[in-house]
């Protein structure tokens, strides 16, 4: 418990005693619509085609079009650790081209300011065979205009759903009234 306060003290993160959790309902709508796109992504488009849009390469069909704008976004709206270090342009996100997964907010805390925030969220792994199966059922889950819930991508899973479930902390700033996300993140193996 120590090391884990330690770890969120170092990340800047606040103790429960400092700013308490907000109601998820009070999200801003700019970061919900970053959670939806990120799960649309991981749910609607395989490994194999998020790292080819990734790459650059142009989709090839309305379904990975709109994975590759939903990736666009995600990429905008996270601040790189050390922008430069890596040459060359950044089309689309690697976060989202390297993991298969769905994220819940479980809770969102502001600092005192409001322009400084932490969502906590569960994250689910995402199987292969899930995968597939929700790419499968991409019309009749997300073919709409946007991205699904959460909700409405585990119901058309099988009953099971995702197994691996893990905590990670985002840190969110909010400047000249855009949030944006700092790229690092906190990861708790074990709920």
Do not use: C
């Amino acid at each position: 418990m120590l090391m884990a306060a330690m770890l969120l003290l170092a990340a800047g993160a606040p103790l429960a005693s400092a700013a308490s959790p907000a109601p998820v309902a009070t999200v801003p709508a700019e970061i919900d619509r970053h959670y939806r796109d990120y799960n649309f992504v991981n749910a609607f488009s395989t490994r194999g085609e998020r790292t080819m849009i990734a790459a650059g390469r142009a989709p090839s069909e309305p379904r990975l079009g709109r994975i590759a704008r939903a990736m666009r976004r995600i990429a905008e709206r996270i601040d790189d650790i050390d922008p430069g270090m890596v040459i060359g342009t950044r089309s689309a996100s690697p976060e989202t081209a390297m993991r298969a997964d769905l994220v819940r907010i479980a809770s969102w805390q502001t600092g005192k300011g409001g322009d400084e925030a932490w969502a906590t969220l569960d994250v689910s792994t995402l199987d292969r065979g899930t995968n597939v199966i929700l790419v499968g059922k991409f019309d009749e889950v997300a073919g709409g205009e946007s991205p699904p819930s959460i909700e409405a991508i585990l119901a058309a899973t099988p009953s099971r759903g995702p197994e691996i479930h893990t905590t990670e902390v985002h840190h969110w700033i909010r400047t000249d009234g855009t949030w944006r996300r700092a790229a690092a993140t906190l990861h708790f193996i074990a709920n």
